[in-house]
């Protein structure tokens, strides 16, 4: 840090993060690995940052004041993963490199990022009353073709304390409005733009990659418009801070399969629109304030939605995850970001669960249409702390609600297949009649009257195939911390401490789930 004089000051920072970590993984002899397993990894990663900020700040006259900020950073990140790995042991048990009776399958990615930047602020202010603020960046990404690796983005932003504008009632202690408009940019991973092809298993062979890449790959783009109020009442003892948010990003960089006769499987480029809306509000209240006791609450809502407004042209759907059975997330033009889509049960026109008799047992009909099963994302959270403090004793409690988000789980199906669980413990000894329809050979369905076990059941209703039947609804209430704290400084007033303060607490103590079953998970 350096002050030149009492208007412009400046500062410097450079900073290193490294590490290297050595791992090993052993198998002995088993089904998958008849004379056992062995694999070494090494990974080394550095970070350097190194940056520099330049202040200015005058007051032009007694009503306007001034302050830029000029600066440049400088950031590069290196990663080594080296994995060798022998699949079977010429002697069992010994776990070397070396000990290897088949090839060694070695692979070694490298990768290198640089990102350089340059920007500047400034904020013009009148009377503490009116704020303008503009800001500007340039970032030259290395992750980026040659061309295109440079990409600027503004903000500007506009603030008004309307409390020291005008006349309010008593009761509104402070009230200020704010709005901005920001465009901002996002490269991609190390690596991406490289169309190049794979080391083969035989020594000095190579094999074509998997996804070709745009060679006029652009960055991200995400214009941004927010509106916030922040309003405080009756001597700060009840404050709200409101903000409203409406993103649109384009030019993602996105990655869809095309036709194998290529010689590849997928092709990245730029395109598709997401729009995304939220609200995020906060209330923070006194409900006492006394000379003993005070009594603080906080709570914070949020609300977001993420809408796909469209892809690229000739393209319905862009699979973003891929589950461990045939369900998927999927970004579709009127969807929301994070719909999962999969396989469910077949049902009637009255949506009835349609059975069919498998070796006289009654079992449900998997469909095979994908269809929309939910989406991941929560419809809405809220937090919520409460604070109290009784002379020099402390009490916080966190509870952490969130409404909505489904989940599709693998183990949700081999606890029913496994009868694991104690949803699995009627019809253990007797059959029973399965709720449902089915054919009756003229076109329609009526309700079903066979029999099946319980065994058959559960392992047929909880296929793992069956995205729908292993889809949740995540909604829970989590107590997520109590802590109760003691300053015992007036105890010790004679030692020379400045503060002594002990402290008991307690994190992720209960869970409340919406759905029964979700107890058997974390629903985070």
Excluded: C
């Amino acid at each position: 840090n350096y002050k030149f004089n009492d208007n412009l000051s400046a500062f410097v920072r450079v900073g290193m993060d490294t590490y290297g970590d050595r791992r090993q993984s052993r198998r002995p002899a088993q089904r998958a690995f008849r004379q056992g397993m062995y694999r070494e990894q090494d990974i080394f990663l550095q970070e350097l940052n190194a940056d520099i900020l330049a202040t200015y700040t005058k007051d032009l006259n007694n009503k306007f004041s001034l302050e830029i900020n000029a600066g440049a950073s400088t950031y590069s990140q290196i990663i080594s993963n080296k994995v060798a790995q022998t699949n079977e042991l010429a002697l069992p048990g010994i776990y070397s490199l070396g000990n290897a009776a088949d090839l060694l399958a070695i692979t070694q990615v490298d990768t290198e990022r640089k990102l350089n930047s340059v920007y500047g602020t400034a904020e013009l202010s009148y009377d503490d009353k009116l704020y303008f603020d503009v800001t500007a960046r340039n970032d030259w990404s290395s992750t980026l073709p040659p061309g295109n690796q440079s990409f600027f983005y503004p903000s500007v932003g506009l603030s008004a304390v309307i409390s020291k504008m005008t006349e309010l009632p008593d009761f509104i202690s402070y009230l200020k409005l704010r709005t901005s408009y920001a465009l901002t940019g996002n490269s991609t991973r190390p690596g991406v733009i490289n169309n190049s092809y794979n080391l083969g298993v035989i020594p000095g062979s190579v094999t074509n990659g998997n996804t070709f890449t745009d060679q006029n790959l652009q960055n991200e783009k995400t214009e941004a418009m927010e509106f916030g109020i922040d309003l405080r009442l009756l001597d700060n003892r009840l404050t709200f801070d409101i903000d409203y948010y409406n993103y649109k990003t384009t030019d993602q960089i996105l990655t869809a399969p095309i036709s194998q006769s290529t010689g590849l499987s997928s092709r990245r480029f730029n395109a598709g629109e997401i729009n995304s809306k939220g609200i995020e509000v906060v209330l923070a209240a006194k409900p006492i304030v006394s000379e003993n006791f005070t009594w603080k609450s906080t709570y914070n809502f949020s609300r977001s939605r993420s809408e796909v407004v469209s892809l690229a042209d000739g393209i319905e759907t862009v699979i973003i995850a891929n589950g461990p059975s045939g369900g998927t997330i999927e970004a579709r033009p009127g969807g929301r970001m994070g719909d999962l889509y999969g396989r469910g049960f077949e049902r009637d026109p009255q949506g009835n669960i349609i059975l069919e008799n498998i070796g006289g047992l009654m079992r449900p009909k998997l469909g095979n249409e994908i269809k929309k099963l939910g989406n991941y994302n929560r419809d809405w959270t809220l937090g919520m702390t409460n604070n109290f403090n009784y002379k020099n004793f402390n009490l916080n409690i966190f509870l952490d609600y969130r409404n909505g988000g489904d989940f599709y789980s693998l183990t949700g199906s081999q606890l029913y297949r496994s009868g694991s669980i104690t949803e699995t413990l009627p019809y253990r000894t007797e059959d029973f009649v399965p709720e449902g329809v089915v054919a009756n050979g003229s076109g329609g369905f009526t309700p079903n009257t066979q029999t099946t076990t319980g065994y058959d059941w559960y392992r047929s209703y909880w296929d793992k195939n069956n995205t729908e039947a292993n889809t949740y609804d995540s909604t829970f209430l989590m107590l997520r911390e109590i802590s109760l704290g003691v300053d015992l400084k007036p105890y010790f007033e004679n030692l020379p401490v400045e503060k002594i303060k002990l402290s008991l607490f307690g994190r992720n103590l209960a869970t409340w789930t919406k759905d029964n079953f979700v107890r058997h998970f974390n629903p985070q």
